[in-house]
Nanobody, 116 residues
């Protein structure tokens, strides 16, 4: 069982930046693909960005050029640098790790609110 703990959410003005972090328990993080999802009120959870165990990244069109996903396997952490935030980015952000036939784990979520 792997536990994920997110941090770094909060309130930011439009155009501002936030950095989300996700810390994984244990030492198996390196073997998992890592991703950030978000869920706004009344909407389905959607993929924001992903990075494979091998370091290949993938971004949703609505964050390309603004968000950057990264991982530090030595610290068992994953991050999401969010720049040029807009009100539509307001949501609860969840980190996720998954590896086929091994496991699929979620963090508890961290609120990001973009408002003036």
């Amino acid at each position: 069982q792997v536990q994920l703990v997110e941090s770094g959410g909060g309130l930011v003005q439009p155009g501002g930046s936030l950095r989300l972090s996700c810390a994984a328990s244990g030492s198996t993080f390196i073997y998992y693909d890592f991703a950030w999802y978000r869920q706004a009120p009344g909407k389905q959870r959607e993929l924001v960005a992903a990075i494979t165990a091998g370091g290949r990244t993938n971004y949703a069109d609505f964050v390309k050029g603004r968000f950057t996903i990264s991982r530090d396997n030595s610290k068992h952490t994953g991050n999401l640098q969010m720049n040029s935030l807009q009100p539509d980015d307001t949501a609860v952000y969840y980190c996720n790790i998954q590896k086929q036939l091994i496991g699929n784990y979620w963090g508890q979520g961290t609120q990001v609110t973009v408002s003036s």
